[in-house]
């Protein structure tokens, strides 16, 4: 018979237990800040389209490949 390994054991010591249970709240707090950063972006005018950024993203990979390219014919 095998038994389950859990994180939180009866025999684990108090602090490592809380410490445990209150990841997952600071995870959820720290999302919640990074979304209230980007609303505030948003709101001043700090953002650009999705599309202009991936054509931008894309642009620049093939001009950095190219570039590599070059230098490796000569």
Do not use: N, Y
């Amino acid at each position: 018979m095998r038994k389950k390994l859990s994180p939180i054991s009866p025999r684990s010591p108090p602090l490592l237990t809380d410490a445990l249970r209150l990841e997952p709240m600071r995870i959820h707090l720290l999302v919640l800040d990074e979304a209230s950063k980007g609303l505030a972006d948003v709101e001043a005018g700090r953002f650009t389209e999705a599309r202009q950024t991936l054509q931008a993203l894309k642009l620049r990979r093939r001009s950095q490949t190219s570039c590599a390219h070059d230098a490796q014919q000569r």
